[in-house]
Nanobody
Framework: QLQASGGGLVQPGASLILSCEAY????????IGWFRQAPGKEREGVSC????????YNDDSVKGRFSISRDPAKNTVFLQMNSLESEDTAVYYC????????????????WGRGTLVTVSS
């Protein structure tokens, strides 16, 4: 089970940290991805982290602004979002899979409920 949290309403240019806590399994052995879905749009991959892959990955749309990290002790993955733009407004989801990092939603087996991020002045 995955639990995403940390969403809210912020102004353009602000920062926000999302958390994804894993329950019942160790995130050490899974690829954890962050996805988002804006109204009327398809779900898209944002960032991914995987020990198996040995790295982190960010979509071009968020490179330089978003970063993904993990706290093994808390079994939690974080998404640090800086310089937020109105285009970042979406419901953000975290997902896990035993495979490698991917930005394709269909590659992920487990999904948490989303957390809404609204960027507006």
């Amino acid at each position: 089970q995955l639990q995403a949290s940390g969403g809210g309403l912020v102004q353009p240019g602000a920062s926000l940290i999302l958390s994804c806590e894993a329950y019942g399994f160790s995130s050490d052995f899974y690829a954890i991805g962050w996805f988002r879905q804006a109204p009327g749009k398809e779900r898209e991959g944002v960032s991914c982290i995987s020990i198996r892959d040995g790295g982190t990955y960010n979509d071009d749309s968020v490179k330089g602004r978003f970063s993904i990290s993990r706290d093994p002790a808390k079994n939690t993955v974080f998404l640090q979002m800086n310089s937020l733009e109105s285009e970042d407004t979406a419901v953000y989801y975290c997902a896990a899979d035993e495979g490698r990092c991917s930005f394709l939603p269909r590659a992920y087996q487990f999904w948490g409920r989303g957390t809404l991020v609204t960027v507006s002045s």
